[in-house]
């Protein structure tokens, strides 16, 4: 299991249910989709899009997916 999902279901579970007085355990809200975007008017240079790529890899753990514009 993730680190952010174990600490979500260990952590702040437990206190979002002290902090709103849950009833129910189903009451707590759930993570169900993270969205990380970048973007840049500088990825023109291949050197500057492969130092963001790499600032994504070391954040997420997992290799992102270049998507260029259509129109500039």
């Known amino acids: 299991m993730a680190r952010l999902k ?3 279901k260990e952590t702040v ?3 979002l249910t002290n902090q709103f007085s849950y009833s129910n355990p189903m ?3 759930k993570i ?3 969205v990380l975007n970048m973007g ?3 990825f023109g240079d291949k050197k500057v899009l ?3 790529l790499g600032d994504l890899v070391k954040i997420t753990g997992q290799r992102p ?3 260029k514009a259509r129109k500039s």
Do not use: C, G, L
């Open 6 to 8: 174990e600490f979500y």
């Open 13 to 15: 579970t437990k206190e």
């Open 27 to 29: 009451q707590v809200p």
């Open 32 to 34: 169900t989709k993270i």
């Open 40 to 42: 840049s008017s500088e």
């Open 50 to 52: 492969d130092n963001a």
């Open 65 to 67: 997916v270049v998507t």
